[in-house]
């Protein structure tokens, strides 16, 4: 089952007072959406690659992340 289907038959249990949020979040996701430059493009495929191979650095603490990001 595609993940429109799945969508659409959410969508049909959403009470009617709770379609105006559902309406806010849907155009809040699809304005100004534009192609992604090159370098994010590269970075996609990077993290697609790393996530294929396990072939990343992993951060059980944040100190040590943002200490990392720093250098």
């Known amino acids: ?9 959410l ?3 959403v009470p009617d007072y709770k379609l ?3 309406i806010a979040y849907l ?4 304005v100004g959406e534009e ?3 090159e370098d994010t ?3 996609f495929l ?3 690659e790393m996530k294929r191979t396990g072939d990343c650095q992993k951060f059980n ?3 040590k992340l943002w200490a990392s990001l720093e250098k």
């Open 1 to 9: 089952m595609s993940e429109r289907v799945i969508a659409r038959q």
């Open 27 to 30: 155009q809040g996701v699809t």
């Open 35 to 37: 192609e992604p430059n």
């Open 61 to 63: 603490d944040l100190n």
């Open 20 to 22: 105006d949020y559902v």
């Open 46 to 48: 990077e993290v697609d």
């Open 11 to 13: 969508l049909d249990t």
């Open 41 to 43: 493009v590269k970075a």
